[in-house]
């Protein structure tokens, strides 16, 4: 961020991949990152991951990539991008193997010896810790007092009682929120506590109307209530209309979903996202008949 390098989040097909992504994507850019994109893998054309294929279909090069939920085990693409000249941070929650890629940094709760407490996040969970550690770091150097004004956007911390925070514009990444919650829920990975704390935030801020636009339009097509929207809304609901673009077309419309602030584009990106999933579920029961 400092030096304004081209940054790539590198994501994954299936719902903890696109809420991750989407965090790191308006995450970056809350804590000042000019050059962010994304890219997700084609299952059929790249394989899984940050894949060796994948990382030469990255035009144009990036100078920094970081993975969100995959990249632990991506020994050979790390080392694709490694000798394009591209460094990598690799975020995942998967459980590591003999030999780790040669990355720059990994961000991982279940490397060995890792001290973090809760070892059951999804990969959209690492990837939040991984922007508040990041602003705390910012915070503290002061990065944010230094900015000018017209970069503050108006989004501050209001839960601190700082009032440097407030005169700092240090940015309130709680608005993510929704997102983790319904990544963590999608990916099937146990409620423990800190799991808990951050899907019941995430839902708060969902009933009380601070959804993001993608996840609104949709809840709406799939006829539930915002008020009174439940975790299992988000599990059987909304995380079934964003797999379904992973598994049969490209998880970018699921992507770029969760990433639009309009409401009307949200609501037509929504719209296919469920005549994706009618198609997938059709899929299925004709599998299962002829099985």
């Known amino acids: 961020i400092r030096d304004d390098w081209s940054i790539l989040i590198a994501g994954d097909y299936d719902c903890d991949g696109a809420t991750g992504t989407a965090v790191a994507v308006r995450g970056l850019r809350l804590l000042g990152a000019k050059r962010v994109n994304y890219a997700i893998p084609n299952r059929f054309a ?10 030469a ?8 990539i ?3 939920d995959n990249g632990v085990a991506s020994v050979a693409g790390v080392a694709a991008a490694k000798a394009r000249g591209i460094k990598v941070i690799v975020t995942d929650h998967h459980l590591p193997g003999a030999q780790l890629p040669a990355c720059d940094a990994m961000v991982n ?3 060995l010896g890792d001290p973090f407490p809760s070892k059951m996040l999804a990969g959209v969970g ?6 508040l550690a990041l602003r705390a770091r910012m915070r503290e150097s002061g990065w944010f007092a230094a900015q000018p004004a017209e970069h503050a956007q108006g989004r501050v911390l209001v839960d601190t009682g700082d009032q440097d925070d407030r005169k700092n514009a240090v940015p309130d990444l709680s608005g993510l929120l929704d997102l983790v919650a319904l990544g963590t829920v999608a990916d099937l990975v146990p409620l423990d506590f800190n ?3 951050l899907v019941e935030a995430g839902l708060q801020r969902m009933r009380s109307g601070r959804a993001c636009a993608g996840i609104a339009a949709l809840v709406e097509v799939g006829k ?6 439940c975790s299992s809304d988000l599990g059987f609901i909304v995380g079934p209309r964003l797999n ?15 990433l639009t602030d309009d409401p009307a584009q949200a609501q037509r990106h929504a719209g296919q996202l469920d005549a994706i999933n009618r198609e997938r579920r059709d899929l299925q029961a004709s599998m299962v008949a002829e099985a």
């Not at 279909?57 to 920094?64: A, D, K, N, R």
């Not at 379904?244 to 770029?256: K, P, S, T, Y």
């Open 66 to 68: 970081v993975t969100v």
């Open 109 to 111: 709760p279940n490397l």
């Open 46 to 55: 790249h394989g899984y991951g940050l894949s060796p294929a994948f990382v």
């Open 244 to 258: 379904a673009a992973g598994r049969l077309e490209d998880m970018r419309l699921g992507v770029e979903c969760l």
């Open 224 to 229: 539930r209530s915002m008020a009174t929207l």
């Open 126 to 131: 690492v990837m939040f810790y991984l922007l």
């Open 195 to 197: 799991n808990r704390v």
């Open 57 to 64: 279909s990255l035009q144009p090069t990036p100078q920094l």
